[in-house]
């Protein structure tokens, strides 16, 4: 049982180019979502999704695309990466009344 | 809306000392509350949680935290601080059954030999 796994670990970019960050649970869990973590602003929920199927905006959407076209995978895509977008990210499952995390993403834009 | 205030970005304690690291949240409806740490270059990992009945709420390492609704709080406390404990602290608040997370801006916790 891995959890939550997260792929790159680390990546840096040129302005401009997309990627897609990488994200697969194992607990069958529906409801699936993705955070930034900047300095001093805690997370931010960037992109959720209740199930296979459905997705939907959190706090801070643009630049940023999310599919769900399985329970287990939730990629989320930066079509055309800024510097604003240097930040840690991290992907969550929810069972139970708890919220399970990868082990995130540093990203650099430069 | 749910929103999430965590007084002092920074705490220094002495090791062996109380750890005292508060929350105060808004909500409009009674609130799921969490706490989660994280340590250096790792995920977020649960600490406790509350969802309903007895307002202390024990979770793992010794922490534990009290819900007061007249003081829309959820502070996290711990008798006696170890060096292990370093690492930020996240208070989380959510209305929608564990979903939709909003998270504090987190504490930092240092603690000092």
């Not at chain 1, 930066?78 to 919220?99: H, N």
């Not at chain 2, 007061?68 to 502070?75: A, D, L, N, R, V």
Request: proline content about 5%.
């Amino acid at each position: 049982n891995a959890g939550v796994t997260q792929t790159p670990k680390f990546q840096v970019l040129k302005t401009g180019q997309s990627m897609t960050l990488q994200c697969a649970q194992d607990m069958n869990h529906e409801y699936m979502s993705w955070y930034r973590q900047d300095p001093g602003m805690g997370l931010r929920l960037i992109h959720y999704s209740v199930g296979a199927g459905i997705t939907d905006q959190g706090e801070v959407p643009n630049g940023y695309n999310v599919s769900r076209s399985t329970t287990e995978d939730f990629p989320l895509r930066l079509l055309s990466a800024a510097p604003s977008q240097t930040s840690v990210y991290f992907c969550a499952s929810w069972g139970q009344l708890e919220a399970f995390f990868g082990q995130g993403t540093r990203l650099t834009v430069v | 809306a749910q929103s999430v205030t965590q007084l002092g970005s920074h705490v220094s304690v002495s090791e062996g000392a109380l750890v005292l690291l508060r929350c105060n949240y808004s909500s409009s409806v009674p609130p799921y509350l969490f706490w989660y740490v994280q340590y250096p270059n790792q995920g977020l990992q649960l600490l406790l949680k509350y969802t309903t009945g007895a307002t202390l709420v024990k979770g793992i390492n010794g922490f534990e935290a009290e819900f007061k609704k007249s003081e829309t709080s959820f502070h996290l406390t711990k008798p006696s601080a170890h060096m292990s404990d370093a690492a930020e602290y996240f208070c989380a608040v959510s209305e929608n059954y564990g979903q939709n997370f909003v998270f504090g801006p987190g504490t930092r916790l240092s603690v000092l030999p």
